[in-house]
């Protein structure tokens, strides 16, 4: 495998024993290698199934899945497995084992010497926002934020060009959790891996993805696109629903002042000062708040423009 994978799901059908509807209905969906793809949708769309069909924790029953060219069943599930980092919800740390046990867990199996694996958790806490001596510690001596850490630290031990999150940040604070979901975008700009990424909760699925992929009831693939895309163009009214009456706002959050063209203006120009990676929504809701029409753009002293309330409204 490559240092980031394409993914393809080509035609696949899951059907559960005993169970009349599928649990994924013809999924079809090209993942190019290096992309951030993040499968949304109600509870029992077929998310979790279309992740773990990946890694062949389920067998699918027809159609296939490729990863950089190869089906997922025609590949040695030792060396299938070893390219894939997995993650999933408050589980998998080994209790017994320190932390620098549990992110060595592949290294020790690929056999890597003591040396480099020493190094690799080293680099890996700093990665995930860990101190070196956190290696130490057991599971239980450490936060519900902090295990998440050591599990996606875990996952990108040795190198895989692929990664498979099942819910990472559930059971997180929203404050934890906008802290790792911002460095895990961060993280995979630094590491260019191919990520799919399961949630259930739409703005997580927005501020994460390069594109979403969105699961309705019954596994039907009811739209896959960027985010701006399907909240500019939801395919009908189940996704207009699902992305939010609030859709236009959303569209909003994904720009900062930095990305729209400001008007020049002076020192003197009347109006709030807000940094250029304010969002575009934060920018209107300050004007709202205040009742100003325009804010003025600063970098430090430096004025970068002004933006009117009504340019807002241009951008959609
Ligand atoms: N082992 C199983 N046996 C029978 N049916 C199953 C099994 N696992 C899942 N299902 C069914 O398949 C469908 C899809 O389940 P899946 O776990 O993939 O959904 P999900 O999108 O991950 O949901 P959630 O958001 O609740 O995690 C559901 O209807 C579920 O009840
Ligand atoms: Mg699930």
């Not at 394409?6 to 290096?34: C, N």
Request: hydrophobic share 40%; charged share 25%; net charge negative.
């Amino acid at each position: 495998m490559s240092a980031a994978a394409e993914i393809v799901f080509d035609h696949v059908t899951k059907r559960y024993a005993g169970r009349d509807a599928p649990a994924l209905d013809d999924l079809s969906l090209e993942i190019p290698a290096g992309t951030f793809c993040v499968l949304v949708g109600p509870s029992g769309g077929g998310k979790t199934t279309a992740l773990k069909m990946v890694n062949r924790l389920i067998p699918f029953d027809s159609g296939d899945i490729r990863i950089d060219g190869r089906s997922v069943r025609d590949l040695p599930l030792t060396e299938l497995r070893r390219g894939i980092g997995y993650v999933i919800q408050q589980i998998g740390l080994f209790p017994h084992q320190t932390v620098g046990e549990n992110i060595a867990t592949v290294p020790r199996l690929l056999g890597w010497p003591k040396r480099q694996t020493a190094e690799r958790t080293v680099e890996l806490l700093e990665l995930v926002g860990l101190e070196a001596r956190d290696a130490e510690r057991y599971p239980a001596q450490l936060s519900g934020g902090q295990r998440q850490r050591v599990g996606l630290a875990r996952a990108l031990a040795a190198d895989p060009p692929l990664l498979l999150m099942d819910e990472p940040f559930g059971a997180l604070d929203p404050i934890t959790r906008f802290r790792l979901q911002t460095e895990l975008r961060r993280l995979h700009r630094e590491v260019g891996k191919t990520v799919i990424f399961v949630t259930h909760d739409v703005d997580e699925a927005i501020q994460m993805g390069d594109r979403i992929a969105i699961l309705r009831e019954g596994g039907v693939l009811a739209q896959y696109d960027t985010p701006d895309a399907i909240l500019a163009h939801p395919a009908d009214d189940f996704v207009a629903q699902f992305v939010g009456e609030d859709r236009a706002l959303r569209r909003l959050a994904l720009r900062t002042l930095r990305d729209v063209t400001l008007e020049p203006g002076s020192q003197s120009e009347p109006g709030s000062r807000v940094s250029p990676d304010t969002t575009v929504r934060n920018a209107v809701s300050l004007m709202l708040e205040t009742g100003d029409e325009q804010l003025v753009v600063v970098d430090g002293d430096r004025v970068l423009g002004v933006f009117h309330l009504r340019d807002a409204g241009e951008l959609l």
